[in-house]
C-alpha cells in the first residue's frame, strides 16, 4: 500500500482532467487505474478511471507528496472518503464544456467539504468554451459564502496545476509559521 505523509486528493466529474493533471505534476510514473470507457453517454473520452491514480511530486523543500485521482463517475463515489481520509487539500477539477458546470461544481463541492475543507478550484476545458468567464463559479462561491480558490487550469500544464496544490499548501505554510 501507497502510504504519503502528505496527500492530495484530486476529484471531479469524468473527463475533467484529473488524471492528467497527475501525470503534469509527478515526478514519477503515474499508476493510472484507467480502462475502456463503456459509459459514451457521461463522456466521449476513451478511457476513464476506476480506481486511484497515483502520483508524487517532491516540494523545494526536499518533502514529498501524493497525488491521488478519485474516479469521477459518482458509481465509484463510495471509494471517495476513503481516498480524502488524511489529505492536506482536495483540488476539485470543473469541465467548463460540461454542460451544469454549476451543477457538477455543487456536486462536487457538497461532497468533498466533507473530507476536508482546504479546497482549490480548477475549471479546465477553457480553450474549448472560451466564451464563458470565471464569474458565474465565483457568483456561485460567493452566494454560498465559500472562499475556496478558483482558476482556470489547463490540466496538460504543469505550472497550471502547481497553481492549484501551491494555493492549498500555502494556507497550511501560514499557519504552521504563526503556530509553530
Known amino acids: 500500500m501507497i502510504i504519503q505523509q502528505y496527500k492530495i486528493v484530486f476529484a471531479g466529474s469524468m473527463g475533467a482532467g484529473k488524471t ?3 501525470r503534469s505534476l ?12 463503456t459509459d459514451a453517454e457521461a463522456h466521449q473520452k476513451a478511457q476513464t478511471t476506476v480506481g486511484i491514480d497515483y502520483g508524487e511530486f517532491t516540494l523545494a523543500d526536499g518533502l514529498t507528496v501524493g497525488l491521488y485521482g478519485t474516479p ?24 467548463h464544456t460540461h454542460p451544469e458546470p454549476l451543477n457538477e461544481l455543487s456536486i462536487y463541492i457538497d ?28 457568483a456561485w462561491l460567493a452566494e454560498r459564502q465559500l ?19 501551491d494555493a492549498l499548501i500555502t ?5 504552521t509559521m504563526t503556530h509553530g
Not at 469521477?72 to 469541465?95: E, P
Not at 468533498?112 to 470565471?134: C, M, P, R, W
Request: hydrophobic share 45%.
Open 171 to 175: 494556507p497550511l505554510e501560514i499557519t
Open 147 to 165: 472562499k475556496y480558490p478558483l482558476f482556470f487550469v489547463d490540466a496538460r500544464q504543469s505550472d497550471h496545476v502547481l497553481l492549484l496544490v
Open 72 to 95: 469521477g463517475q459518482s458509481r465509484f463515489d463510495f471509494m471517495w472518503s476513503i481516498i480524502c481520509k488524511g489529505a492536506i487539500g482536495i483540488v476539485i477539477l470543473i469541465d
Open 26 to 37: 509527478s515526478d514519477i510514473p503515474v499508476l493510472a487505474t484507467e480502462v475502456l470507457n
Open 111 to 138: 461532497t468533498f467539504k466533507e473530507y476536508g475543507n482546504n479546497i482549490a478550484i480548477g475549471v479546465t476545458h477553457h480553450d474549448e468554451d472560451a466564451q464563458k468567464s470565471l464569474q458565474p463559479y465565483r
Open 20 to 22: 492528467e493533471a497527475i
